[in-house]
């Protein structure tokens, strides 16, 4: 079992299959538009912009499950992500992250090896065989140097 064995829909409800992000490193990220965090948009799609010629890619999970900080519909999310941040890299449906009955698949399977998002933007990098190499607490920004290393060595 690996993350790219998991479906999950996009933000715009169309079903998409994980396993066309096999063979490339991810970092799984559950967002939020109204949150304190929120500014680590940019750096995410930097990060995506800058790295995904070498086969990495940034995923967008949104959620509402801290603080009702995203409380929005799809088109809200998109219209936020795309007019504000210029977001590109791929988004999904709005699920709930945390440990419970109605924690989505794709959380269920991050969660069976390391900690549960404590708040939005925490992150969970993903190896290149879909396995979660380890988790960053929301706090450590994009451009963090000990994640950059991590994504530069799950790359070589």
């Known amino acids: 079992m690996s993350l790219y064995d998991l479906s999950i829909n996009t933000l715009e409800g169309k079903p998409a299959d994980l396993s066309s992000y096999k063979g490339k490193v991810a970092l799984v990220v559950n967002v939020a538009s109204a949150c304190g965090l929120t500014p680590h948009y940019t750096g995410l799609q930097k990060l995506h912009d800058e790295l995904a010629a070498r086969s990495f890619t ?24 795309t007019t504000r941040y210029g977001v590109t890299f791929p988004l999904f449906e709005k699920i709930e992250v945390k440990k419970g009955p109605s924690q989505h698949p794709v959380y ?6 390391h900690a549960e998002p404590n708040w939005n933007f925490t992150k969970y990098l993903i190896s290149k065989d879909g396995n979660v190499i380890k988790r960053y607490e929301p706090t450590t920004t994009p451009d963090d140097p000990g994640l950059l290393q991590d994504i530069a060595d799950a790359l070589a």
Do not use: D, H, K, Y
Not at 108 to 113: E, G, K
């Open 108 to 113: 269920q399977f991050l969660t069976s090896s």
């Open 58 to 81: 940034v995923l967008g999970f949104p959620s509402n499950q801290f603080g009702a900080q995203e409380p929005g519909s799809a088109a809200q999310i998109r219209e936020f992500c």
